[in-house]
Every structure is written in structure tokens, then in C-alpha cells.
């Protein structure tokens, strides 16, 4: 069978362009939004996390998170940008780092952990759990 132009043209097009418009299509397009509702210390419910209420994983590799603590709101700095990562099992947001956080995921829930050193020397155990919210437009 000869090929002819417009047959080698319809496969460079199939082959190349058509997957690349359809990944730049698909990614740039998600995100997931989530709404903080507990936090545990070392297993024991606190209060909420604050500076993490409203976090939002996007696919290009941003993370904005929403601020609703008092100093935020008077400073008018609600809004954070982050950028994320996931590596070798862990959630690495780069306000965090050089902290790094294992999540466990669920279809409507995030759960986010992370140990630190404390005051004392020993380690303190820190989880977020988060609960999926329709995605919001987040300027």
C-alpha cells in the first residue's frame, strides 16, 4: 500500500498533535478543592488549622490555601499560594519544607499527616482531615 501525503500527515497528526491537545485539555482544567474539618494532635482533637480551611490542589502544581485566622483577615492576606509536589508517598507544599505530609485519600476525604519535633525533644503527630467541596473559582 503507498502512503500518500495526506495519509503520513492524518498519522503525524493522530500520533503527535491529537494526545497533546487532549493532555494540555485535561490538565489544565483540574483541581480539587477541600474544606478542613478536624485536626488531631498526638490523636487528640484541637482546634482547626486555621491557615488550611480552604485548600485547593491544583494540576499545575500550585496549592492556594485560604486563611481565616484574624491576622490574615486584618492584613488582608487570605489567600495563599503554594507550590506542591508528591514524591516517593509524601504531599510536599513548599511553605511547608522542609516538612513533608502523608495523605490518605478517600472518594470525599483527605486526610494529611505530618510529625515534628516538639518543645520537649519528642515527636508530635499531626493530622488534617479534609472533606471534597465543589470547586470553587479562587482568585
Known amino acids: 500500500m503507498k502512503i500518500t501525503h495526506e495519509r503520513k500527515f492524518f498519522q503525524i497528526f493522530l500520533f503527535g498533535f491529537l494526545p ?7 490538565v489544565s482544567c483540574q483541581k480539587d ?13 484541637v482546634q482547626k ?21 484574624a491576622r490574615a483577615v486584618k492584613a488582608k492576606t487570605i489567600i ?3 507550590g506542591w509536589s508528591y514524591t516517593g508517598g ?6 511547608d519544607l522542609p516538612a513533608s ?3 490518605v485519600t478517600n472518594v470525599n476525604t483527605l486526610s494529611i499527616e505530618r510529625s515534628d519535633f516538639n518543645q520537649t ?19
Open 20 to 26: 497533546l491537545f487532549f493532555l494540555l485539555g485535561f
Open 33 to 45: 478543592t477541600w474544606h478542613q474539618t478536624s485536626q488531631l494532635k498526638d490523636g487528640i482533637p
Open 49 to 69: 488549622d486555621s491557615s488550611r480551611l480552604l485548600i485547593q490542589i491544583q494540576a499545575t502544581q500550585i496549592c492556594i490555601l485560604c486563611d481565616s485566622s
Open 80 to 82: 495563599t499560594r503554594s
Open 90 to 95: 509524601l504531599f510536599n507544599l513548599a511553605i
Open 101 to 103: 505530609w502523608k495523605p
Open 121 to 139: 525533644g519528642g515527636i508530635t503527630k499531626t493530622t488534617l482531615t479534609f472533606e471534597r467541596v465543589p470547586n470553587l473559582d479562587i482568585k
